[in-house]
């Protein structure tokens, strides 16, 4: 929880912090991996909001694809934490989608409850399989534009 409370009293609520101090901040390859993937996969620039959530007090980036949100991305020192939601609709499909994914991401998926509203998968990127992991449930819910190279 430290670094949490650094990052909000590094940037109060009268200091948005810019993408390059974020950038320096997380200071992990795979954040800018994700990055540019949701901005060529989805036209999805970071939102810089500030929450005064008693769990996750700060600075965190929203990441939109029209009006569908695709994932709130908590910051930490060395990686971020993104928030992506699986809708009660895609459960069947995000099981299937789980075959391939990492185990931490599959023991994540069975250990966070299902309600209603779906289920709000807290995923510390950590490594560029679990990377891969978000990129795959994101698809769930919106799926990328094809991008010719």
Known sequence: MSEIKSWALQFPLDWKPSLEEV???V???LWLELRQY????YG?????????CGLEPGWNL???K????????YLRPGYVTAMVSVAPKDEPAAEGVLLTCTEYTRTLYQNT???KMGRWLMIDL???GILEDVKALLALRVKPEKKES
Do not use: C, H, I, M
Not at 66 to 73: E, Q
């Open 126 to 128: 950590t490594s560029p």
């Open 62 to 64: 929203k990441f939109k």
């Open 44 to 52: 999805a620039e970071p939102q810089t909001e500030y929450s005064r």
């Open 27 to 29: 200071d992990n390859p």
């Open 23 to 25: 950038d320096r901040y």
């Open 113 to 115: 409850a299902s309600s």
């Open 66 to 73: 029209g009006s569908k949100s695709l994932a709130t991305v």
């Open 38 to 41: 949701l901005k060529a996969a």
